[in-house]
């Protein structure tokens, strides 16, 4: 499973696969949605010896809101993408957060988080964290010194690599030494990388969170979210949460988060390829101030994403030399990029990034008066690169 050996593009299509029926031979390719809410047992030393293997942390199928055989097929995918030994699933990325930070911190405990993290991070501080009594310091993960940061009773340390809306690189292998030596546990969001092509716990990290909404499902329809670690003592921590937190996910959508994984590999690949043609069209465009996107040679993550990435994807950000009048005339204008929240199904995206959003974030220099968030879709880049002028044209006409 987890120490397969096998390339990760064939374990993507080898997981999930369904069981030859003993009485024909014969079975369907994949594994339908395994759907329930009670298990039923064929006597009760079955059920007593479930309970027992339950009890001492095993993954058994006992009630349906642990789910069965298509959730298990959906952890083994989790678990094969991020190199870990144990997945727990929840029903979105933000939920998924949320999980990680409830086992990991108890009342006068202290977490230092990057800021340039998902946004609602903020909410899950302000709304639940800081009523449990538990404090949040959110730093600059490359400028502070995360030692002058620490206290006795810091146990987390919580990143995103690369930072949400600018794409800021981040050294894991250096943050992980440093919350080794103060004893603490190493979260990282890591959904841009969604396993395939950035893995954290290789790098480093305990935990490792991934929103499966985004590159994994693929495709736009779904809300589901992954936390996965290598630790056995962390496991058990996440394992006893999301049991008694009641956490559950609809084997629908644990069955289409597993069809949508399955072309992962050949999507991403699209998806960078796509984005750094558009790169490259938008850097010779006066309106653009500054690209945002690791994989472009200007970006200043680029060694990191050299050195640890195995890829990219369809997400950049661009600082536009224009008033945020003629930005929003730009994304008005855009006929193929969709205006809304969200990324990694096959579709191009616009958002026209707040600068209240931005603010808190000190990778931000004040590049231009507007950024925009673009997803790279699947599209031919052509098409993009082409609506993309029309609308700059129109943008700049607006003047
Ligand atoms: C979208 C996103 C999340 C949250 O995922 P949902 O499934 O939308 O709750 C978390 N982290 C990052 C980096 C994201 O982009």
């Known amino acids: ?25 014969a079975a369907p390719v994949g594994l339908p949605p395994v759907r329930t809410s009670t298990v039923r047992f064929q006597n009760l030393d079955a059920l007593e010896t479930a309970e027992r293997r339950k009890a001492a942390g095993e993954r058994v199928v006992a009630y349906g809101r642990m789910g069965l055989d298509t959730h298990v097929a959906l952890e083994d995918v989790f678990k094969h993408l991020e190199q870990g030994t144990h997945c727990y699933l929840a029903p979105s990325g933000l939920s998924a957060i949320t999980l990680a930070f409830m086992s990991l911190l108890s009342a006068g405990d202290h977490a230092l988080v990057a800021d340039n993290v998902y946004g609602p991070v903020h909410a899950l501080d302000h709304a639940v964290l800081s009523r449990m009594g538990i404090e949040l310091t959110f730093f600059a993960p490359n400028h502070d010194d995360i030692d002058t940061l620490v206290r006795p009773n810091t146990r987390v340390l919580y990143v995103e690599s690369p930072g949400s809306l600018l794409f800021e690189m981040l050294d894991i292998p250096a943050l992980a030494e440093k919350a080794r030596r103060h004893g603490l546990v190493l979260v990282s969001d890591n959904t841009w990388g969604s396993g395939y092509i950035y893995k954290p716990l290789a790098l480093g990290a305990q935990v490792s969170v991934v929103a499966g909404t985004k590159y994994v499902g693929g495709h736009s329809d779904l809300m589901l979210g992954a936390v996965v670690t290598n630790d056995a003592g962390i496991a058990q921590r996440i394992n006893k949460t999301q049991y008694a937190m009641g956490y559950s996910i609809s084997a629908d959508d644990a069955w289409l988060a597993l069809r949508g994984v399955r072309t992962l590999p050949l999507r991403m690949a699209q998806h960078a390829r796509n984005a750094l043609r558009v ?121």
């Open 279 to 399: 790169c490259e069209f938008l850097a010779e465009r006066e309106e653009v101030a500054r690209l945002y996107h690791p994989a472009l040679p200007s970006d200043p993550g680029h060694a990191l994403w050299r050195r640890d990435c195995t890829g990219s994807n369809g997400m950049m950000a661009a600082a536009l030399r224009l008033p945020m009048a003629q930005a929003r005339v730009f994304v008005d204008a855009l006929k193929l990029f969709s205006i809304g929240y969200s990324w990694g199904g096959f579709e191009s995206l616009v958002q026209l990034v707040s600068p209240q959003s931005l603010a808190g974030h000190r990778y931000w220099r004040g590049d231009g008066p507007a950024v925009v968030r673009l997803h790279i879709g699947l599209e031919a880049p052509e098409d993009l690169i082409e609506d993309l002028a029309q609308a700059l044209d129109r943008a700049r006409g607006a003047a």
């Open 1 to 25: 499973m987890a120490s397969d050996s096998k390339h990760i593009d064939t374990l993507l299509q080898h997981t999930g696969i369904a069981d030859f029926d003993p009485a024909s031979g």
